[in-house]
Antibody, heavy 119, light 111 residues
Framework: QVHLVESGGGVVEPGRSLRLSCVGSGFSLRYYGMNWIRQAPGKGLEWVAVVWDDGTNEHYADSVKGRFTISRDNSKNTLYLQMNSLRAEDTAVYYC????????????WGPGTLVTVSS | DVVVTQTPLSLSVTPGQPASISCKSS???????????VYWYVQKAGQPPQLLIYDVSNRFSGVPARFSGSGSGTDFTLKISRVEAEDVGVYFCLQSIHSFTFGPGTKVDIK
């Protein structure tokens, strides 16, 4: 059974950095494209970034391009999101999610980790 | 950028009655490979979204038959044939032909 758990969230000041992790269990993460998706408090869903199964390709939402980096360590069954130059508008619950086999949608999700950017 | 809208944004339904949610895209979601990239999710309180429907009309594993999806081009619909109390939540559509964009969500509650 696919199980994902995010960690690394917390309160951080504007301009600072934070790294999120997402550990998979019950499956091998290496066979899946992986995503980060976020949801600001009381708001809708915003896709943030995707990394292909072999880690060779990444894509980002315009809102985070140049500030966030998605990466993966398949040997640790772990996905990461390095977030730099954080802004108040980055405050959200961050979910990791697997892609389906064709990379068309988000199949399995973790419970999320809350990032609050505030001074 | 593709803009995805949903109507209504809120829906109150009597148990046993049907419900319908519309999802409209600013661009066609039909890919050159013949597939239409529209998906439906429900997010229940305190939980991550769960996949309901993929490729417009296919129910994901374990999704009850009372959920159905339809549509083409830029207009899509999620229908619940007979709403049950457990269907309370926020329903989102997703397009993935031009990056990934979610609709704003439709909150469904029980009368």
């Amino acid at each position: 059974q696919v199980h994902l758990v995010e960690s690394g969230g917390g309160v951080v000041e504007p301009g600072r950095s934070l790294r999120l992790s997402c550990v998979g269990s019950g499956f091998s993460l290496r066979y899946y494209g992986m995503n980060w998706i976020r949801q600001a408090p009381g708001k809708g869903l915003e896709w943030v970034a995707v990394v292909w199964d072999d880690g060779t390709n990444e894509h980002y939402a315009d809102s985070v391009k140049g500030r966030f980096t998605i990466s993966r360590d398949n040997s640790k069954n772990t996905l990461y999101l390095q977030m730099n130059s954080l802004r108040a508008e980055d405050t959200a619950v961050y979910y990791c999610a697997t892609c389906d086999s064709l990379g068309d949608y988000f199949e399995f999700w973790g419970p999320g980790t809350l990032v609050t950017v505030s001074s | 950028d593709v803009v995805v809208t949903q109507t209504p944004l809120s829906l109150s339904v009597t148990p046993g009655q049907p419900a319908s949610i519309s999802c409209k895209s600013s661009q066609s979601l039909l890919h050159s490979d013949g597939k239409t990239h529209v998906y439906w999710y429900v997010q229940k309180a305190g939980q991550p979204p769960q996949l309901l429907i993929y490729d417009v009309s296919n129910r994901f594993s374990g999704v009850p038959a009372r959920f159905s999806g339809s549509g083409s081009g830029t207009d899509f619909t999620l229908k619940i044939s007979r709403v049950e109390a457990e269907d309370v939540g926020v329903y989102f559509c997703l397009q993935s032909i031009h990056s990934f964009t979610f609709g704003p969500g439709t909150k469904v509650d029980i009368k």
